[in-house]
């Protein structure tokens, strides 16, 4: 192709595109339809087009991660699913970032029951359907025990590492580690990007250092811990030990 003509249509293009033009419809058609289980509309086309996609997602949200032995569900001031999430978190943040004392979730982040039987990459996604990271922060027992105070007077939280009574609205007999909580000791909590920005009436929280912004949604953090404990040939089990009373 002559180098000449090839920059001549170049510039031609970019000229036409800078111009404005004005179109306006001369007619107009609408037409209804209801989208239930008796639409069979559509373009066959992009239905075609779009099989694979489809296919490929359909195959991966139904790929079983771990089997489980009963239904879990979250409830306050513990439960079993919220004892499970918690004490994953704790385990595996420790295993694969840095060692954390305490791991805490808020209890309205957790949507869905854990199913009996297979657990699939969808069920996970539906018990955690929220785009939150992994954060890891640095604070001062006060801080931890104002944090503890908050979810008392809430009802309860998933959380682990930590043991406390519901009094009147507080966390009392707190420990950590199973020793007592030291107000002038620093913890490590891993927890939400969510919580770390005062989500959920966190505000104080952030006072605590932020000691590591990890790149893990925390929902991809179970998907690889149930697939390894699956290898291993675990099966999750229902539990919950007075954590919280």
């Not at 000229?15 to 037409?31: D, G, I």
């Not at 004892?83 to 869905?112: F, Q």
């Not at 953090?221 to 539990?239: E, N, Q, S």
Request: aromatic share 8%; glycine share 8%.
């Amino acid at each position: 192709m002559n180098r000449h003509w090839l920059l001549w249509l170049l510039f031609t293009v970019a000229f036409v595109s800078c111009k404005t033009a004005s179109y306006r419809p001369n007619n107009l058609q609408t037409e209804q339809y209801k989208i239930d289980s008796s639409y069979r509309g559509g373009d066959s086309l992009l239905r075609v087009a779009l099989r694979p996609y489809r296919d490929s997602l359909e195959k991966e949200v139904n790929a079983v991660l771990i089997q489980s032995d009963a239904v879990m569900v979250k409830a306050q001031p513990e439960s079993a699913l919220g004892n499970l999430l918690a004490d994953i978190m704790l385990i595996e943040v420790s295993r694969k970032y840095e060692p954390v004392e305490v791991a805490l979730l808020n209890y309205g982040g957790i949507r869905a029951a854990l199913p009996a039987g297979q657990v699939t990459m969808g069920a996970v996604m539906e018990i955690m359907p929220f785009m939150n990271y992994v954060v890891i922060l640095d604070l001062d027992g006060r801080l931890l025990q104002q944090l503890l105070d908050h979810w008392a007077a809430k009802g309860g939280t998933p959380l682990a590492g930590v043991r406390f009574i519901r009094r009147e609205g507080k966390a009392v007999d707190v420990t950590i580690g199973g020793k007592p909580i030291d107000m002038n000791a620093r913890y490590k909590l891993a927890t939400i990007d969510y919580l770390a920005e005062g989500g959920d009436g966190c505000d104080f929280l952030k006072e605590a250092r932020i000691s590591q912004r990890t790149p893990e949604l925390l929902r991809d953090l179970y998907v690889t811990a149930f697939r390894g404990m699956h290898r291993d040939g675990i099966v999750l089990k229902p539990m919950t030990d007075g954590r919280i009373r």
